[in-house]
Structures are given as structure tokens and as C-alpha cells.
């Protein structure tokens, strides 16, 4: 017999058209949506405004700085705007006064860049700064220009317009917030809920699992903080989101609790993992850590819709009220007690990121 296999008569899907996800590229399209329109606007208007009421012939840097400056990051503060078209102008002041002086070639431009480098990182630790200066002052040394000067005031036209478009058109940072909140507290619940699982079964490899997605908590409590932050600046110049800005302040409030809390997830996951190495149940333990983590899936309902507080408050309060780890390991073995002990500050900051004065919610908790 022959050792010919016939190919299979129906053929094998493949090809990206088969692998490919559409929806990660949607939600960062829906998420930039107001950047973009921000980069559009202003750069459409700087453009317009250099070349039909100024008559330039070219204001290629009016458009290059507003989409510079404005970019698609989370940062979106009218300072670190300011910063960038500052970097840019002196990479754009520098490349003119060298084409006055010099002329234009390719050791010029060496000079040019290595002038903007220099000069950009002095004034600023940001590397962003450096690299808009040099961006901006290799386009200057590369498109040759009739006019001296002219395109400094282009760069000045386009950093105006993004600033003005910071303000005038807003790139609803509380929708933002609320959004890094909610990623948040929902990761924070998925690592409560390993732990839980880990204390009901005495599993390490479980509570190891946990302790991982706690220590992965923090890159999404910094990415609130930006947006948060962002936010605020925005808010205080714009006049379109000063109503916001008591609530991201309000965010603001419940994200620095919930930073604390997050820290105390994690001494609480290393105290499991310990605990979980002789294999025993902690129904006890796994119990209360249910009930504190139930308080703060109503924290997470309130970024939404403050009415949720109160009701988070008195979740986590009846169970702060029962954290005696005396009382608690009474007549077994101690060696919950240390476990039951970190609980009370998780308690304490889950309470205060609800609204509930620090003082109280230290009150809330028995006397030890």
C-alpha cells in the first residue's frame, strides 16, 4: 500500500479572518472617541486660522503641535499639555534660529536635534518633552520655509488651539473615572473571592492565586489616580464640567481609601497563604472576608449612583462590629487570630471609602 494520504476533502479554516477579535479594537475606538474629536477640532482649527486669516501658505506645524500636545493618552491635564507644546516650540525656536544662522543641511540638523535634546532635558525630567522638542525641530530643518519665524508662530497657533480645545471640549473625565473605578473594585472583588475560596478549602495553591491578583490590584488604582487627577484639572478651567468636579472629587475620596484597602488585601493574602499550608478549613474567616467583600461591591455600585453609600457603610459596619479575634478564635487553635486582626483596617478603610468619617469607623470596631 501506499503511504499517500489524500487531503481531507473539506477544507481547514485558517487565516486571521478566523482568529481575529473585533471587539478589543471597538472598545478602544469608543474609548478614544473624545480624544479624537479633540485632535481633530483643534488641529482642523489652527490649520484654518494660520492659513485663511494669517495667509501662510503651509502651517503644516498649527496641526503637527495640537495633535502632539493632545495625543490619545489617559493624561489629558491642560498641564501636561502646556508642557508638551512648550517642548515643542523650543525644538521649533531652536531649528529657526539655526536655519537663520546656518542654513539648512544634513549637519545642521544634527546640531539641530542634538541642541533641542539638550536644551529640552534640562528644562524638564518628562522624556516626552525631549522628543516633541526634537520631532518638531527636525520638521523645521527638513521643510524649507520662506519666511523666517513663521512657522514658530504656526507651533504657537496649533498650542493655543489645544489648550482652548482642553477646555472647550472635554473629554468627559468623570465617565472615565467611573469606568478605572469600577475596573478596580471589580478586580479587588475577584481577589477577595479567590481568597474566600482558598480559607473555605484550605487551598494554598488558591491562596497563592489570590495573593497574585491582590499584588495585581495597584496599576489600577494608579490608573484611577490619572484619571481622577486629569479630571480635576480639566474641570477647574472648563467651563462645561464644574459641575463634575464634586464628584470626581468624591472619586477622588473613595480611590484613596480604596488604595489603603488594596494594601491590606495584600498583607491579608500573604497571612492566607500561611494559614493554608496545613490544609484546614477557615469557614470563619472566609465568612467575615465574604461579608467585607459584599460591602465593597456596593462601593463599586456607588461610583454610579451615590445612593449606594449608606447601604455600603452598614454592610461593612455589622461586620466590623463582630471583628474581635479574640471572641472569634475562642477555644480553637490561634492561629487565625492574626488573620482576623488584619481585617479590622480593611474594615476601617472600606467604611471611609463609603463615606463614613475615619473616627467613626475606628469606633465601629471592638475594643482589642
Known sequence: ??????????????????????????????????????????????????????????????????????????????????????????????????????????????????????????????????????????????????????????????????????????????????????????????????????????????AERGLEKARALQPLVDDWRVSLESGMAIARISPFLRRERCELERQERVRAHLDLASRNLRVIARRVVYLCDDRQARPVAADLLAELAAGARLIGESLADISFEPPAREAVRAVAGRLDPAELTRGRAGSEHNLLGALRPLAVDLMTAAGMPAADARAALPRV
Do not use: C, K
Request: charged content about 15%; hydrophobic content about 55%.
Open 1 to 206: 500500500m501506499s503511504g499517500h494520504v489524500d487531503p481531507p476533502t473539506t477544507p481547514v479554516r485558517t487565516g486571521w479572518r478566523h482568529r481575529f477579535d473585533p471587539r478589543p479594537g471597538i472598545e478602544r475606538v469608543r474609548e478614544s472617541a473624545p480624544a479624537v474629536l479633540q485632535i481633530v477640532i483643534a488641529s482642523t482649527a489652527a490649520f484654518a486660522f494660520a492659513h485663511y486669516a494669517l495667509g501662510h501658505p503651509v502651517p503644516l506645524l498649527a496641526a503637527t503641535v495640537t495633535v502632539s500636545s493632545l495625543g490619545l493618552v489617559r493624561d489629558a491635564r491642560p498641564r501636561r499639555v502646556l508642557e508638551t507644546v512648550v517642548g515643542m516650540i523650543v525644538g521649533i525656536l531652536i531649528a529657526e534660529l539655526m536655519v537663520l544662522v546656518a542654513g539648512v543641511g544634513w549637519w545642521q540638523l544634527a546640531i539641530t536635534l542634538t541642541a533641542s535634546l539638550i536644551v529640552a532635558r534640562f528644562l524638564s525630567a518628562q522624556p516626552g518633552f525631549a522628543i516633541a522638542a526634537a520631532i518638531q525641530s527636525a520638521i523645521v530643518m527638513v521643510i524649507p520655509a520662506s519666511v523666517p519665524f513663521l512657522r514658530l508662530i504656526d507651533g504657537i497657533i496649533g498650542g493655543v488651539a489645544a489648550l482652548l480645545v482642553t477646555a472647550l471640549v472635554p473629554r468627559r473625565p468623570l465617565r472615565a473615572a467611573t469606568r478605572e473605578g469600577a475596573a478596580l473594585l471589580a478586580a479587588f472583588d475577584n481577589a477577595v473571592a479567590t481568597l474566600v475560596q482558598a480559607l473555605r478549602r484550605g487551598d494554598r495553591v488558591r
